[in-house]
C-alpha cells in the first residue's frame, strides 16, 4: 500500500468502513519504509479526531481469563450504547511470525457485533508483550469512533509496564487462591494496577475469590494507603466470565477513575507522559533500524555484539564506539 493511498483511506475510516480500519492498521503495523511514511500520513491526518476514547489496558497471567472477561465486558458496554475496539496482542508463532491465537475465536460472540472491533496482532520480538505499533492501532481506533478502547496483553512479566505507558489505566487480573497466590504476585505489578480483579468467582471458586480479594484490598492498603495517587485506591473487585457476575460494578469503577483522574489532572499528565516515552522508544528503535540498514555500521555492530558475547568487551563501553561511529567520529 502506498503513501498515495491514505488520504482516500482516511476518509474511509472516519465514514465508519470497518475494513479501511483494519486495512489502516495493517498498513501502521507495516515495516516497508513506504508504508511507514504512507501509515505516518494518515495518523497525522486523523489526529483531530483522536484522544476521546478511554484507554483500557487488560493483563494477567495465561489462564486468568482475559479473553472470556473481555468478551463479557465488551457485551455489556455495548448493550449501554457504548462501541469497543480491542486490540489483543497475541503471542507470535517462531515459525511464521503470525499471531498464534489471531482467529478471533476466543471471543466470537463479541467479534459478531457491528458495535465491536477486535483485532488480534502478533507481539513479535518487542519487550511486554505489546506489539510495537499498538500505540498507532489505538489512535486509529479512536479515528473509526469507538469510544472505548481495550490493550489486552499476553500478560508476560514486562506486559504490564508496557501496556501502562499507552493506556488511561490498567486493570491487573488475578485468579482465586488468596494469600498463597498474592505471595507470587510483584509488588512492582500491584502498585501499576488501577484496578484489581479477581477472576472465575462462581462456582466451587467463589468462597475462594472471596478471600484473594480481601488479602488483596489488605495489601494495597498497606502499598498506598492514605498516599494514593489523585486520592484514587485501586479498588479490588470479583467477577465472572461465565455468568457476567462483576462486569458492571468494573464499568463503574472505570467511570470512576476517569472522572477521578480527569478532575485531579492525572490524566491529561499520564497521557503526555506516554506521548514522550513513546517519542524515546521510537528514538532508540529508530536508532538500532539505522545501525541494521548501513552496512559499514552493521559490520561494527555484529562485531561489538560477537565481543560483548566473548567477554572481551563491555556493553557501556561498545555501545559508546557504535554511538562516535554514528556521529562520525
Known amino acids: 500500500m502506498m503513501a498515495a493511498a491514505a488520504p482516500p483511506l482516511a476518509a474511509r475510516l472516519l465514514a465508519g468502513d470497518r475494513r479501511a480500519l483494519a486495512q489502516a492498521i495493517t498498513l501502521a503495523e507495516s515495516t516497508r519504509s513506504e508504508d511507514r511514511a504512507a501509515a505516518e500520513a494518515l495518523i497525522a ?15 494477567g497471567p495465561p489462564g486468568v481469563g482475559k479473553s472470556t472477561l473481555i468478551e463479557r465486558f465488551g457485551l455489556h458496554l455495548v448493550a449501554v450504547g457504548h462501541r469497543i475496539a480491542v486490540l489483543a496482542v497475541d503471542p507470535s508463532s517462531k515459525v511464521s511470525g503470525g499471531s498464534i491465537l489471531g482467529d ?40 473509526a469512533g469507538f469510544d472505548i478502547v481495550v490493550v489486552e496483553t499476553v500478560g508476560v512479566g514486562q506486559s504490564e509496564a508496557a501496556v501502562a505507558d499507552m493506556t488511561d489505566l490498567l486493570i491487573l487480573l488475578v485468579q482465586p487462591g488468596g494469600g498463597d497466590d498474592l505471595q507470587g504476585i510483584k509488588r512492582g505489578i500491584v502498585e501499576l494496577a488501577d484496578l484489581l480483579v479477581v477472576t472465575k ?23 498506598h494507603g492514605a498516599a494514593a495517587e489523585g486520592g484514587w485506591l485501586p479498588p479490588v473487585l470479583q467477577s465472572s466470565g461465565l455468568t457476567g457476575q462483576g462486569v458492571p460494578e468494573i464499568w463503574d469503577a472505570i467511570q470512576r477513575f476517569r472522572d ?5 489532572g492525572r490524566l491529561a499528565r499520564r497521557r503526555a507522559d506516554q506521548a514522550l516515552a513513546w517519542l524515546r522508544e521510537e528514538l532508540s528503535q529508530g536508532l538500532l533500524d539505522w545501525l541494521a540498514a548501513d552496512a559499514g555500521l552493521a559490520a561494527r555492530l555484529a562485531e561489538a555484539e560477537a565481543a560483548v558475547g566473548a567477554g572481551s568487551a563491555l556493553p557501556p563501553a561498545a555501545a559508546r564506539r557504535l554511538l562516535a561511529a554514528l556521529r562520525g567520529g
Open 104 to 143: 478471533k475465536t476466543r471471543m466470537a460472540e463479541l467479534a459478531a457485533r457491528g458495535e465491536a472491533f477486535i483485532r488480534p496482532s502478533p507481539a513479535g520480538t518487542t519487550l511486554g508483550g505489546v506489539a510495537r505499533r499498538t500505540r498507532e492501532a489505538l489512535l486509529l481506533c479512536e479515528a
Open 45 to 59: 491526518a486523523l489526529l483531530p479526531r483522536t484522544g476521546g476514547a478511554i484507554r483500557i489496558g487488560i493483563s
Open 201 to 223: 468467582a462462581d462456582g466451587d471458586l467463589a468462597a475462594a475469590a472471596g478471600r484473594a480479594a480481601a488479602d488483596y484490598r489488605n495489601a494495597l492498603h498497606q502499598l
Open 260 to 264: 477521578t483522574a480527569e478532575a485531579s
